[in-house]
């Protein structure tokens, strides 16, 4: 089999080496806990405050808005439930957010809900872009909270979150961006924009799993998730990861300095990957495209097939892709991010998303090319014939 | 190249020792686990079909090095095995879901996902075996589950590998144990219907068709002759041969004889009322050349019953009748009927009903 083929960047990506490396001492003789009063806890306390300020300076930020956690997923729950209590007693009681976000917002909206607040959903065009002019009538003086995704995981679709976070902020609501697939994709610099929140993700730009951060305006109210110790300024008790921090600050720098030159050879590889499945499979529909989409995202449906089969075929193939968003049990049912921007449920079954990266070359995209068009030909004539 | 199968792996044992069988073999082993219906929290701790399952699926896929997938068949599986199911209990019948699980779900369903896959060849841990395009009771007379299998098409068994259908469940055991499956060599057996929890089959009813739906609501208990004796709480809570539940005070105990939907009724009468010598299927698959009236066979109208003799009187389109040589108890219309020759599966239908019994030159046994 020739060497595979990984198309999953949005769902991970490799711990690059610059990353390990500057990691690795905090695994060996720099082990302290950063809380010590002695040389140990000083040295790893001295790592953390730099991991932070490096991660503040790719944001835009002051360091001591730069809370560690331990990943996206934690970032959104601390994000959405946070703030909740401070701006409930102020008589805000409604979470502003949209069909499309991540299950971490959306299901961490969908609990804050059930405890009593009132959940609002804004619209979705069915180009997969938050509908601005109608979101005017849903940003009013009782949203407390309003979270908007950055960059879709699911079509890439780059959503409306500058001109949100003003009209929000217009409002003294808090607003809060999921930026994991946008950070080293978008230029971000906060202290230019009215984001009060931002969650970002490590293993999605070359760190480990089990990292990310939060960005937390200062003057912000924010209940922490976690009890019992008073490390991030009690918004995130616990011993910090120094060795995680520090891979995360240098995966951001990197993703940073690279996210011009990246942003084009990625965007030209996924036009080169769309304009050659549409070109063989003519009646395929690209989801999002004509939309401002992230250089890194295609998801495509071919009528009549499914993702289900498409996606073993593909990895036996030696093709990594997925169905939306990786699932925990692996399974395959419709994305409601499609089914949110209207996409029919059959046309969203056969939803197929390739996602490209670091790992991906052109000849990868060459090969996908060929391959594709004949795992669809395929599929196509068995449901035929069922 | 090696040949590629897809293993329908359940997280049990037998499945998972067909795999590492055929991974032993040298196939290509592709496992796939089947979500077939919503796991909800009703059903904590099944050994089969749980979120758990498909863990143990894949620990065992894992341990082969081997792909696992988890295929959704939810939509399909609802329509063809749960719909039918609530229906053939409206209809006064006791289905049998696991027939047309195998039929639609796994040989249907799934073989659409190994062509997709290139695999020609599918696998299951049926205790059942398959010869030259025919298929066979399995070897293990206590295990046999070919009495489920009737309803494929006849052309998918030359397709099919069931490995564990050569081996004795014991055997399976040690295999597993032999072969470091330790997640599942000592699994508990699951004796219930997969989507069915704790047995409780009027649940499913309920939740499908509301608890007020007639199969489910009070209705009469009678004898043959209209007497009325007593009450029940739903004739779907009841099938031929039940005991369970039925009024006592007659002279010799009484069994559930019949069950009319139409008025409700649960028709009760003694033991010798059970009684048939003749049935009637319907759906009737051939895994032979379809064989004409006259034809002399062996059939089994329950699982796990023995064969008895018969004859085929009438064959109507895919609606077959036959003449039973001895008496047959608890002929129950949504069952099984299958027809064998020895250990040939010959093919099979729904029962619809019990015939009328000989009709010409079988000779009559002494009573």
Not at chain 1, 1 to 8: A, G, R
Not at chain 1, 310 to 338: E, F, I, K, R
Not at chain 2, 92 to 113: A, Y
């Amino acid at each position: 089999m020739p060497q595979p083929v990984y198309l999953d960047h949005a769902a991970t990506t490799p711990v690059r080496k610059e990353v390990f490396e500057v990691m690795e001492p905090f695994y060996g003789p720099r082990f302290g806990n950063p809380s010590s009063v002695h040389r140990w806890g000083r040295e790893a306390r001295a790592a953390l405050d730099e991991a932070r300020e490096r991660v503040a300076r790719c944001l835009g930020a002051h360091p001591d808005e730069v809370c560690f956690t331990s990943g996206g997923t934690e970032a959104d729950n601390l994000a959405v439930l946070g703030p909740l209590r401070s701006q409930v007693e102020k008589g805000r009681r409604v979470i502003l957010s949209t069909p499309i976000e991540h299950k971490a917002v959306l299901e961490t909206v969908h609990h804050a809900a059930h405890d009593g607040v009132t959940e609002r959903m804004l619209t979705v065009t069915k180009g997969g872009i938050v509908d601005l002019a109608a979101s005017d009538a849903a940003i009013d003086d009782s949203v407390a909270v309003c979270t908007v995704m950055w960059v879709n995981n699911e079509v890439g679709t780059i959503q409306p979150v500058p001109e949100i976070a003003e009209r929000v902020k217009a409002r003294g609501g808090i607003m809060h961006t999921d930026a994991v697939q946008a950070f080293g994709k978008i230029d971000i610099n906060v202290s230019k924009l009215g984001i009060d929140l931002l969650s970002i993700s490590g293993h999605k730009i070359g760190a480990p799993k089990g990292v990310g951060a939060m960005y937390i305006r200062r003057g912000t109210r924010i209940d922490p998730l976690f009890h019992g110790g008073s490390q991030d300024r009690g918004r995130r008790p616990g011993t910090e990861n120094v060795a995680y921090a520090v891979a995360l600050s240098r995966a951001a720098e990197l993703a940073v300095e690279e996210r011009e030159t990246e942003w084009a050879r990625v965007e030209s590889l996924r036009d080169s990957l769309e304009e050659g499945l549409l070109a063989r499979i003519p009646d395929a529909v690209v989801h999002g495209r004509g939309a401002p989409r992230a250089p890194h995202v295609l998801n495509i449906s071919v009528p009549g097939t499914d993702s289900e089969s498409l996606l073993m075929a593909l990895d036996l193939a030696g093709v990594a892709a997925s169905a939306g968003s990786a699932c925990q049990s692996g399974n395959v049912t419709p994305s409601h991010v499609l089914l949110a921007m209207g996409v029919k449920a059959d046309l969203a079954i056969a939803a197929v998303r390739m996602s490209l990266g670091s790992l991906t070359t052109p000849e990868h995209i060459t090969r996908v090319v060929e391959l594709f068009p004949a795992l669809i030909a395929k599929a196509r004539r068995l449901s035929g014939a069922a | 190249m090696s040949e590629r199968v897809l293993v329908a792996m359940s997280g049990g044992v037998d499945s998972s020792v067909a795999a590492a069988l055929l991974h032993e073999q040298g196939y290509e082993v592709i496992g796939a686990t089947m979500k077939l219906f919503c796991y909800g929290d009703d059903v904590p701790d099944r050994p089969c079909c749980s979120l758990d399952s498909i863990n143990d699926a894949r620990r065992v896929c894992e341990r082969l090095g081997v792909p696992h997938y988890v295929l959704n068949l939810e939509s399909a599986f609802g329509r063809d095995v749960i719909d039918d199911f609530v229906t053939q209990y409206a209809a006064g019948r006791t289905p049998i879901p696991c027939v047309r699980c195998n039929t639609f779900t796994k040989f249907r369903d799934l073989l659409h996902k190994a062509d997709a896959l290139d695999a020609q060849w599918i696998a299951t841990g049926h205790y059942a075996r398959t010869r030259s395009g025919e298929l066979l009771r399995g070897q293990d007379t206590t295990k046999d589950q070919s009495y489920f299998l009737w309803g494929i098409d006849r052309s998918v068994v030359r397709r099919m590998l069931l490995p564990v259908g050569e081996m004795t469940k014991p055997e399976t055991r040690e295999r597993a144990r032999a072969l470091g499956l330790t997640v599942v060599a000592d699994k508990v057996e699951s004796q219930d219907i997969c989507f069915v929890p704790d047995g409780d089959h009027a649940k499913v009813i309920a939740r499908r068709l509301g608890r007020d739906t007639p199969s489910l609501s009070r209705g009469p208990v009678v004898l043959f002759d209209g007497t009325v004796v007593g009450e029940h709480d739903g004739y779907a809570r009841y099938t031929i041969g039940q005991r369970r539940g039925v009024p006592g005070g007659f002279a010799e105990a009484m069994y559930v004889v019949a069950i009319r939907p139409a008025d409700r009724a649960v028709v009760i009468g003694p033991r010798a009322a059970l009684l048939g010598r003749g049935v009637v299927a319907r759906e009737m698959n051939w895994l032979v050349d379809p064989m004409p009236v006259g034809a002399r066979v062996e059939v089994q109208v329950r699982h796990r019953a023995h064969a008895t003799p018969a004859e085929i009187v009438r064959v109507d389109g895919a609606e077959v009748e036959l003449a039973l040589e001895e008496p047959v108890s608890a002929i129950t219309p949504g069952q099984s009927l299958v027809l064998y020759d020895g250990d040939r599966v010959l093919g099979g239908g729904f029962i619809e009903r019990g015939g009328a019994g000989a009709r010409t030159a079988l000779p009559v046994l002494a009573a």
